[in-house]
């Protein structure tokens, strides 16, 4: 028998770095908040350097909903099924999956919030791809700015701004839209092999900058900087200089007396009266089922687990699944080609042992609508990044260029001369979303608790196959500029699970097209809000992670300013 708990004000179904974010502006503005999170928490203790545990074996240390639910995947509707991968690439746990991210903390430029409209007036309408179902954004990155502001720092970013209130400083970004102010700390620091990357770039005619980056580049909010150790990929920080929100919305929203944290709840459905309004949650807990009463739900579970739970969420005002009685739910869907990356060879020693991912130089001349794709036969474009992080199992995994065998003695010669000759590059290519492209519940494969998990049923289009060669062919030229002997450019990977996925829940002006309103509430579902990059309607060339978190932001004060009018609406 299920136990039902007292009511609240607001229930978070998750606390990673959307529902994080979310709890501490609706905490401080008075409401009583719950966060529901599968995860434990987890201490420095859990974050030890060890790549074979946290890269290979995902995190044991931790309550792993997330691996028990790793989402199939098909190119089509009509296809097999692809391998389905062991390891989930998203984690549980308080702060999610801003505990192991790479932690890069990028905004959107201002052409992915017009994607459509820029498109057609710069180079007419049929050069939008046939088959995408492209809106623009319901506003503009004017909208969106202060946010971006309030969460750099309010978590932390370290970053070089290339466009104050207008004024371009080609240290940063140029590319970049207006900003009101600098990063509250500066970047991270260099490498010889970044700077040697960067002086490529300018003899290209290219401008090329430190990312941004949720790490502390020096002490802030009573945190250290980082002292760049490595194993940062997939690994926490003991020191707490990475910034996720277990470590800095999530406590000061504690602080307030207001937020209530409670683990490995797995939340199962969203329940509603019979007039269609939200009323609470369903979770389990060690075996014990709870009910957990609230006037709002906010749904802030990754991308995959936000459409399964509002599809597995039916009844009878929502036959076919929570808020999609005109079948948005799961549409739209996208992912960046997280493969189609290069790697370059080098006659000498790179010194990129340890650091970390965040640490780098970037280019952003070829990304999105930065250049003229006038006599090009594809819209957007890529982020150039190189980094310098390098583990060392995953060191002994570099591509041979043809140069030597894939085994034996030979290839054992060739790793231990060259394990840091050589480098791969980060590439991350505009996608767009297609009407064939969809997520939606797999009817075979189910969870440990009997439910289905999420299926995948997308594959990257003409349109991003083109971008990512263009891309690779740049990322090509800036290598061997820098003094690379060989390069390797990488395939198109799939459309499977991916730490950046995007759509499911889109946000739009119109309810026909969309799931969530311009401020991330439910167009059926008045007192539903949905957090996190499912309600994001274009991808961009750049990680998602700061963007999902300002519109959280976002989302959290449009519902305490306008309270009793979500409430009873």
């Known amino acids: 028998m299920a136990v039902d708990l007292k009511k609240t004000d607001v229930v978070i179904v998750g606390l990673g770095a959307v529902g994080g974010v979310a709890a501490l502006p609706l905490a401080q503005a008075g409401l009583e908040v719950i966060g529901l999170e599968a995860g434990t928490w987890l201490t420095a203790r859990d974050f030890a350097p060890d790549e074979l545990r946290n890269n290979y074996r995902a995190w044991p240390q931790a309550v ?101 209130n207008g004024k371009i400083d080609p240290r940063g970004n140029i590319f970049e839209g207006p900003r009101k102010r600098e990063y509250p700390m500066p970047p991270l620091r260099g490498t010889d092999f970044t700077e040697r990357m960067a002086g490529a770039a300018r003899k290209l005619g290219w ?114 699944g929570l808020s999609n009685n005109r079948g948005q739910v799961g549409k739209h869907y996208m992912t960046h080609n997280t493969l189609a990356g290069v790697t370059g060879l080098f006659p000498w020693n790179l010194n990129t042992w340890y650091g970390l991912p965040a640490q780098g130089v970037a280019v952003d001349n070829w990304a999105d609508d930065n250049f003229d794709h006038a006599s090009l036969d594809f819209i957007g474009g890529g982020n150039l990044w190189v980094y310098t992080e390098r583990r060392p199992i995953f060191a002994a995994s570099m591509a041979t260029l043809g140069k030597a065998p894939a085994w034996g003695s030979a290839w054992k010669a060739f790793i231990k001369q060259n394990a840091d000759r050589w480098n791969s590059a980060y590439l991350q290519k505009t996608t767009l979303p297609y009407e064939d492209n969809y997520l939606d519940l797999d009817p075979a494969v189910k969870d440990p608790l009997g439910f289905p998990v999420c299926r995948i049923t997308a594959d990257f289009k003409d349109n991003e196959k083109k971008a990512a060669a263009f891309i690779q062919d740049r990322m090509v030229q800036w290598y061997m500029e820098a003094g690379a002997v060989g390069t390797l450019k990488l395939p198109v990977g799939t459309m499977g699970p991916s730490t950046h996925a995007y759509g499911g829940t889109r946000m739009g002006d119109n309810p026909e097209t969309n799931v969530v309103d311009r401020w991330g509430f439910s167009h059926e579902t008045p007192n539903l809000g949905v957090l996190g990059a499912s309600v994001m309607g274009t991808s961009g060339a750049h990680n998602p992670t700061l963007t999902a978190q300002a519109l959280a932001w976002r989302t959290a004060d449009h519902l305490a300013e306008n309270w009793k009018t979500i409430v009873k609406s």
């Open 207 to 320: 401008n090329a900058f430190p990312g941004p980056a949720a790490v502390n580049s020096q002490a802030y909010q009573n945190r250290p900087g980082c002292v760049y150790h490595g194993f940062c990929s997939r690994g926490g920080c003991h020191l707490n200089a990475k910034n996720s929100t277990a470590v800095s919305t999530i406590p000061r929203a504690q602080e307030t007396g207001r937020l209530k944290a409670v683990t490995r709840a797995h939340v199962t459905s969203i329940s509603v009266d019979t007039e269609g309004r939200a009323t609470g949650v369903v979770y389990v807990q060690d075996g014990q089922e709870y009910v957990q009463p609230a006037d709002v739900v906010l749904l802030a579970g990754y991308t995959y687990e936000n459409v399964r739970l509002l599809l597995l969420s039916k009844s009878k005002p929502y036959p076919n």
């Open 64 to 164: 792993q909903k997330a691996n028990q639910e790793i989402p199939t995947h098909r190119p089509s509707a009509s296809a097999p099924y692809s391998p389905r991968p062991a390891i989930h690439p998203m984690m549980n746990a308080v702060g999610g999956t801003s505990l192991h991210y790479w932690a890069q903390s990028w905004r959107l430029n201002p052409w992915d919030f017009k994607v459509a409209s820029e498109t057609t007036r710069r180079y007419g309408a049929s050069r939008i791809p046939k088959g995408s179902t492209v809106e623009d954004w319901p506003f503009g990155l004017e909208e969106l700015e202060p946010y971006y502001d309030k969460v750099e720092y309010e978590i932390g970013i370290s970053g070089k701004a290339g466009n104050i």
